[in-house]
């Protein structure tokens, strides 16, 4: 897929194509400043739609308007294919939402502006974390504004179906795996799941490391190493999620992420994996973690940390959107707004300076075990979520993930096949 992509662009840049952002380039040098925004992003959920409100108010105190490009489609990759044929005619958005990898191959491109004035004038070298930096910054300049972490090693549930039945949260794999036997035993849906790839691949994520630990889900996930990719232990982690398919309602496919929260705050079933952004859903619902509703880290997987993090890129365009594009990355990393913007969210502030007291107990949870977890040497960049291994990779891992949670594979063959796939993937 990169390789295509690469080459695609490469090609037209040959042609002599005139990358303007959104308009054609001026050839005057003084024209006045356009303080607007065009930003491409995937936040149409309920809770993400709040979150980025507090995005475009910030913005608009700033005398910054914002115009809105939404595309549908949790985790982005939808998002991912629009931006991929307006850069190639030509007519890329001012600003983007990004994550990982996707980053680095854009400045790897050429594409995007740097951010270095701003960075430097509001330090973000001493309060952007490293397992950050390593996607805002290329070849040692700044590219990105960081805007959150997400982890997406999390399982959300009903409070009533759980109290009711007198389940607790499950601590290990196996109380997990109990708990939604007797959930599904009482005629309730056990796991709410949306049969996306990006979700399968959520799901997997914290299966790799429920069954193997973090060395595991390094060597196969960050390393790529194919001797583990093709273990016994990755076995495990597709017999996870074999067992994981069998807790899911018969409408899966296709299901929005969204709609699948929807179903365990509207208490149709139990469970949800899912990152913290499905925690923005149920905060968007009136409702508080802890005492409206359950949550912990996906069992299994306690101690690790997978994280993705929302970045915004600016594309290098016409000089008179510049003023508003640094704007915009300043708004991003100001602490005050880290912290309205990721209480609404679910997810936690993206530098290290910033006090967890008016968090809820989730966020609070997710500051701190991003901190052990990063102390530790446990938190690993998300491969669902790009931040893991470059774009080819992943979505060959998705296929695989697939397939096998579709029936199209045997835990020993998707085992064998992951293998296969990540090595011509590579
Ligand atoms: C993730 C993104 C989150 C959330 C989620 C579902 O990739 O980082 O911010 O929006 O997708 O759309």
Redesign the pocket.
Known sequence: MKKVLNLMLILLMAAGTLFAGGQQETAAADVADVNEVEVLH????GG?AAALNVLKEDLETKGISWTDSPVA????DQAMTVLRSRATAGNPPVAV?M?GFDILDWADLGFLADLNDVAAAENWDAVVPEALKYFSKYDGQWIAAPV?V?STNWIWANKEILDGLGIAMPQTWDEFIMAMEKIQASGKIALAHGGQA?QDATMFDSCVIAAGGPEFYKKTMVDLDEAALKSDTMVDAFKKMSQLRSFVDDNFSGRD??LASAMVIEGQAAFQMM?D?AK?EFKAAGLEPGTDFYFSRTPGTDGTVTF???QFVMFDVAPEYQNAQKELAKAIMAPSFQVAFNLV?G?VPARTDISDAEFDAAGKKGMADLAMASKNGTLFGSM???HSAPAGVKQAMYDVITSHFNGVYSDEEAAMELAAAVASAK
């Open positions: 995937w936040w149409t959920s993400e489609g949790g985790g982005g939402q994550l959150n997400h990006w992420w969204n990152g952004w923005g993705n993090s929302d969210k997810s669902a979520h790009g």
